[in-house]
C-alpha cells in the first residue's frame, strides 16, 4: 500500500511525525504537508503565486501553501504515482461538527477523495498532543483493518479521545453535530496603535445529541463520520424551480 499524508499544522507537528511513523508499518509513506502552521485554510488554493517545494528527509517533502495545497501538487506533479490512500493528520484539536467546513486537515483529506482517492482525517479531540502516539495507534489500526470492507472512494473525519489506547471505550459512526455561533472577535492593538483583530473561539455545541461526533467524543468513543463533497440544497430545488416558471 502506499499513502500520501499531510496535515495542517506542519510537516513537523508531532501529530503528523507520529502518523507517518505508525503508517509506515503497513505502507509506503510519503509525507507532503505545509512548511508551517495553516489551521483554518480550510480548502484553498493558491492561485497568486508558484508553490515551492522543498525536501526534508527521505520522503518527506514540504509547500509553500496550504493543505489542500500540498495534496494537489503531489497528485498532479510531484508524485510519479496515484496513492492508494490519502490521510490528514493527526490534528491538535478535534474537528467536529461545523470545524469541518474550516478545517485544513479536512481539507487536505478533501482534495485527495475529489482526486476519486480513499481518504482520511485524523483529529485528537484536545490540544497539547498528549497520548499522540496512543492516536497514532488507533489510525494504524484503522487504516490496518478497516478500509478494505469500505466501499471505495470515502471520505472520513475522525475525531480520537486523548486517552491511553486501552481506555478507549470504542467507535461510534456518528453525523455532524453543530455548533453555537464563534465567540466575538478578540480586539486589540498592535504596536503602533493601529487596532487588529484576533478570530475568537469556537462556539459550544448546539446539536451535540445521541448520533452526532460530539456525542460520542463526550462518551468516551472515537467517532468516524462519513463526509461528502455535494452542497446541493436538494430540499429547495423544487421550491426554486417555482419561482422561474
Given at each position: ?159 480520537i479521545p486523548n486517552c491511553h489506547y486501552g481506555d478507549l471505550k470504542g467507535v461510534k459512526v456518528t453525523r455532524l453535530g ?17 487596532p487588529i483583530y484576533w478570530i475568537g473561539p469556537c462556539g459550544q455545541a448546539r446539536d451535540g445529541g445521541e448520533g452526532t ?33
Amino acid at each position: 500500500m502506499r499513502i500520501l499524508i499531510s496535515n495542517d499544522d506542519g510537516y513537523l507537528a508531532p501529530g503528523l511525525v507520529a502518523l507517518a511513523d505508525a503508517l509506515s508499518a503497513i505502507a509506503d509513506v510519503v509525507v507532503v504537508a505545509p512548511e508551517r502552521n495553516r489551521s483554518g485554510a480550510s480548502n484553498a488554493l493558491t492561485l497568486d503565486k508558484p508553490l515551492s517545494v522543498s525536501k526534508a528527509g527521505h520522503n518527506i517533502y514540504f509547500v509553500d501553501g496550504t493543505p489542500s495545497d500540498c495534496v494537489h501538487v503531489a497528485l498532479t506533479g510531484l508524485l510519479d504515482y496515484r496513492p492508494d490512500l490519502v490521510v490528514s493528520g493527526i490534528n491538535q484539536g478535534q474537528n467536529m461538527g461545523d470545524d469541518t467546513l474550516y478545517s485544513g486537515t479536512v481539507a487536505a483529506a478533501t482534495e485527495g477523495f475529489l482526486f476519486g482517492i480513499p481518504s482520511i482525517a485524523f483529529s485528537q479531540v484536545d490540544k497539547g498532543w498528549d497520548h499522540i502516539d496512543d492516536a497514532a495507534r488507533f489510525a494504524l489500526n484503522l487504516v490496518k483493518h478497516k478500509i478494505s470492507v469500505i466501499e471505495t472512494p470515502f471520505l472520513l473525519n475522525v475525531n480520537i479521545p486523548n486517552c491511553h489506547y486501552g481506555d478507549l471505550k470504542g467507535v461510534k459512526v456518528t453525523r455532524l453535530g453543530k455548533r453555537h455561533q464563534s465567540e466575538p472577535v478578540i480586539k486589540s492593538t498592535d504596536p503602533r496603535g493601529h487596532p487588529i483583530y484576533w478570530i475568537g473561539p469556537c462556539g459550544q455545541a448546539r446539536d451535540g445529541g445521541e448520533g452526532t461526533d460530539f456525542h460520542a467524543i463526550a462518551e468516551g468513543y472515537a467517532s468516524v463520520t462519513p463526509l461528502q463533497v455535494d452542497l446541493t440544497h436538494t430540499q429547495q430545488l423544487e421550491t426554486l424551480k417555482k419561482v422561474w416558471q
